[in-house]
């Protein structure tokens, strides 16, 4: 049960980071998102496929499930990148609305 419920949280935080993508007006801002998506998500398939024996084991980490202090900081600024653009966005969609 509790893999499952793993899997459907990652997932949704795929989606949401794709959806985010696709609203930003930036190209810059949008591949760098989509790219850091399929990196969270290319992690997840290596850490699960090797945990069900799917593909041999890379000894990659499990974004904030698993216990490396380094693995977790990188997940934590890549989900605080995303933000970011996020934010930055919005700022950018602001002034242009204060504009015309």
């Known amino acids: 049960f509790f893999s499952i419920c793993l899997i459907l949280v990652c997932l949704s935080c795929f989606i949401s980071f794709m959806k985010l993508a696709i609203n930003f007006r930036n190209v810059y801002y949008r591949l760098i ?9 290319f992690q997840i398939f290596l850490t699960i496929g090797g945990g069900t024996r799917l593909i041999p084991l890379t000894g990659v980490t499990l974004p ?11 997940t934590i600024i890549l989900f605080s990148l995303i933000q970011g653009f ?5 700022e950018e969609k602001e002034r242009y609305e204060e504009e015309y």
Request: zero cysteines; a neutral charge; glycine letters at 12%.
């Open 33 to 41: 998102t989509v790219g850091l998506a399929v990196v969270y998500m």
């Open 64 to 74: 904030l499930i698993s216990s490396g202090g380094s693995s977790i900081l990188t």
């Open 86 to 90: 996020n934010v930055l966005q919005a």
